[in-house]
Nanobody, 125 residues
Framework: VQLQESGGGLVQPGGSLRLSCAAS????????LGWFRRAPGKEREFVAG????????NYADSVKGRFTISRDDANNTVVLQMNSLKFEDTADYYC???????????????????WGKGVLVTVSA
């Protein structure tokens, strides 16, 4: 599956952005999906993940209560709604598709995992 992120940009602290990740090549219906980010000079880190059913969601402590992950399998899309953005949310954001939820929320790559190319989010005054 090929993944393409969109929706990044420049936003002021306290603002909101909505990231989308569109999948092509196969349906997302049986895939677990995740969002990750890499800030300048740092390792890639987990942000949010969602199970195939959409019933199980997992968030990094740093974004809990501010970010919401959702999926729309009819349109092969996973969305990350980001509210109350902070300077430290500045990063390249990547979506990931995997066969299992455990792999979808792991920053490691392997097997049949798919990654998007990333989209830049800059939080600045």
């Amino acid at each position: 599956v090929q993944l393409q992120e969109s929706g990044g940009g420049l936003v002021q602290p306290g603002g909101s952005l909505r990231l989308s990740c569109a999948a092509s090549g196969r349906s997302t219906r049986n895939l677990s999906l995740g969002w990750f980010r890499r800030a300048p000079g740092k390792e890639r880190e987990f942000v949010a993940g969602i199970s195939t059913s959409g019933q199980v969601k997992n968030y990094a402590d740093s974004v809990k209560g501010r970010f919401t992950i959702s999926r729309d399998d009819a349109n092969n899309t996973v969305v990350l709604q980001m509210n109350s953005l902070k300077f430290e949310d500045t990063a390249d954001y990547y979506c990931k598709a995997a066969q299992t939820f455990a792999r979808a929320i792991s920053p490691a790559s392997g097997g049949t995992d798919s990654w998007g190319k990333g989209v830049l989010v800059t939080v600045s005054a």
